[in-house]
C-alpha cells in the first residue's frame, strides 16, 4: 500500500474464523449485549449479518429480526454503498422512528461506511458488530475482537477445508 490505493485480500494479514470460533464470539458479544438491552428487534445487515443476528436473537431471546439489505463489496473490492431494503414499517415504529431500542448487528465493521450509512438511518439503535477493524470501531457501540486494518477476515460461510503445505515446503 503506501499510494493510497486499497490492499486486496492477498496482500492483507489472513484472519481465518471456523464456524466453533464464530459461534463462541456470538456468544461472548450476546453475554455484552444482554448488559445493554432489552432491545425490541434485531436488525440484520445482509448478507453477513444474518449469521450473528440469528444467534444473538436465540440467546436474547428475541423473536422479531428485521433487515437492512445493503450492496456493496464484490469480493474485497468496495464499490458504492446501496439499500437495497430498510426495515419495514413495524420495526421503525418500535424503534419510535430513531431505532431506540433497536439491535443492529452486523458480522464486522472495516472502513465503517456500512455502519455511517445504518448510524444515519437508525441513530439511536444499539450498533453491535463481531469483529472490528479501528477505522470502522468509532461506529459501534459492541463488539468482540479488534483485528488490525491490514487484515482480511475469512469467514466460515466464505470458505471450505483445502490441503495446507507442511511449512518447511515454503507454506507461510
Ligand atoms: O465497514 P465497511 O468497510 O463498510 O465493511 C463492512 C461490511 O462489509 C461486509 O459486507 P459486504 O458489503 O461485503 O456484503 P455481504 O455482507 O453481503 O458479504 C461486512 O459484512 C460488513 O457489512
Ligand atoms: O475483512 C473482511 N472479511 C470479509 N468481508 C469483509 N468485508 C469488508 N472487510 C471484510
Ligand atoms: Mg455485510
Same mark, same amino acid.
Given at each position: 500500500m503506501g499510494?493510497?490505493?486499497?490492499?486486496? &485480500?492477498?496482500?492483507?494479514?489472513?484472519?481465518? *474464523?471456523?464456524?466453533d470460533q464464530f459461534h463462541?464470539?456470538?456468544?461472548?458479544?450476546?453475554?455484552?449485549?444482554? #448488559? *445493554?438491552?432489552?432491545?425490541?428487534?434485531v436488525v440484520a445487515i445482509t448478507r453477513g449479518g444474518l449469521v450473528p443476528a440469528?444467534?444473538? #436473537?436465540?440467546?436474547?431471546?428475541?423473536?422479531?429480526i428485521d433487515t437492512i439489505c445493503v450492496a456493496s463489496y464484490a469480493h474485497d473490492k468496495q464499490?458504492?454503498?446501496? &439499500? @437495497? !431494503?430498510? *426495515?419495514?414499517?413495524?420495526?421503525? #415504529? @418500535?424503534?419510535?422512528?430513531?431505532?431506540?431500542?433497536?439491535l443492529i448487528v452486523d458480522d464486522? *465493521?472495516?472502513?465503517?461506511?456500512?455502519?455511517?450509512?445504518v448510524r444515519d438511518l437508525l441513530p439511536d439503535a444499539h450498533f453491535a458488530t &463481531?469483529?472490528?477493524?479501528?477505522?470502522? !470501531?468509532?461506529?459501534v457501540d459492541t463488539f468482540i475482537t479488534e483485528v488490525s486494518q491490514d487484515t482480511w477476515i475469512f469467514f466460515p460461510w466464505d470458505t471450505g477445508l483445502s490441503f495446507q503445505p507442511p511449512l518447511k515446503d515454503g507454506a507461510a
Open positions: 499510494s493510497g490505493a486499497e490492499a486486496s &485480500v492477498a496482500e492483507r494479514r489472513p484472519f481465518p *474464523v471456523s464456524w463462541r464470539d456470538c456468544r461472548a458479544l450476546t453475554w455484552r449485549l444482554n #448488559a *445493554v438491552g432489552p432491545f425490541h428487534a440469528a444467534i444473538v #436473537a436465540r440467546e436474547l431471546g428475541l423473536r422479531v464499490g458504492e454503498l446501496q &439499500v @437495497l !431494503k430498510g *426495515v419495514s414499517e413495524q420495526t421503525a #415504529a @418500535l424503534g419510535g422512528g430513531t431505532g431506540k431500542g433497536l464486522l *465493521v472495516d472502513t465503517g461506511k456500512t455502519g455511517r450509512m &463481531v469483529y472490528a477493524k479501528p477505522k470502522g !470501531k468509532p461506529l
